[in-house]
């Protein structure tokens, strides 16, 4: 079995793109029929998350933590409490790719570190545009790390130790933890998803206060 899990807190405006999308992705023929447990991970949640959550075939889970490490790690345990063998990571401001499951566990990879695509830059000046493109590497091999789109092995992540309990760069940390602990990890650049560039982000220091700082 398959496991997704997704951190939320107050996304009304972009879940159901994101869980669509997932269910999408969790009935390609390329699965060949796996089961796929798609998790939403209700941190906090203050408006109609929860709601929307619920009208969609997915599971929920409902904390306090208030910090995007622990939402992470809590589903990543309830899944791999129901024996999930791979479990696969976005964000509910993202929209991934039909194939994006399939594509992560063709590779064979104990991790696999995709790319982002983002969605919509008009709530940037151009300069901002600009000096992204130019730092990002759309390429194998590249380093970049995304908690958007992120896929790990159960078996991997159990030796890394799991997310830790940061407030942001947790998917850093636990890439980090793979390599040490001798993970092979796949670095691709067709693996990609979709994400959102508001400025109104919910993680800070995570991509959206990136995004910011390159308008400085």
């Not at 899944?79 to 401001?93: E, I, K, M, Q, Y």
Request: net charge negative; glycine share 6%; with cysteine.
């Amino acid at each position: 079995m398959i496991g997704v899990i997704v951190p939320v807190h107050n996304e009304e405006r972009h879940l159901n793109q994101c869980i669509e999308s997932l269910l999408e992705a969790a009935l390609h023929r390329g699965l060949d029929d796996e089961e796929v447990k798609i998790l939403i991970v209700l941190d906090d949640c203050t408006d109609t998350s929860l709601h929307i959550a619920r009208s969609y075939d997915v599971m929920t889970l409902s904390c306090t933590h208030r910090n995007v490490g622990k939402a992470r790690a809590h589903g990543a345990e309830h899944l791999l409490g129901v024996d999930a063998r791979w479990l696969a990571f976005t964000d509910a401001d993202t929209v991934v790719p039909e194939a994006w499951l399939t594509d992560q566990i063709r590779f064979n990879a104990d991790a696999v570190c995709g790319l982002v695509e983002v969605s919509d830059w008009s709530e940037h000046p151009s300069r901002v545009r600009e000096r992204y493109h130019a730092n990002y590497h759309t390429m194998d091999g590249h380093r970049h790390i995304h908690g958007a789109n992120l896929g790990v092995s159960s078996a991997a992540y159990r030796r890394a130790g799991g997310f830790q309990a940061l407030a942001a760069h947790e998917d850093v940390q636990l890439v980090s933890d793979l390599e040490r602990s001798g993970a092979n990890i796949m670095w691709t650049a067709s693996n990609r998803v979709t994400t959102s560039a508001r400025k109104n982000c919910r993680c800070r220091e995570g991509f959206g206060d990136y995004l910011k700082s390159l308008a400085l």
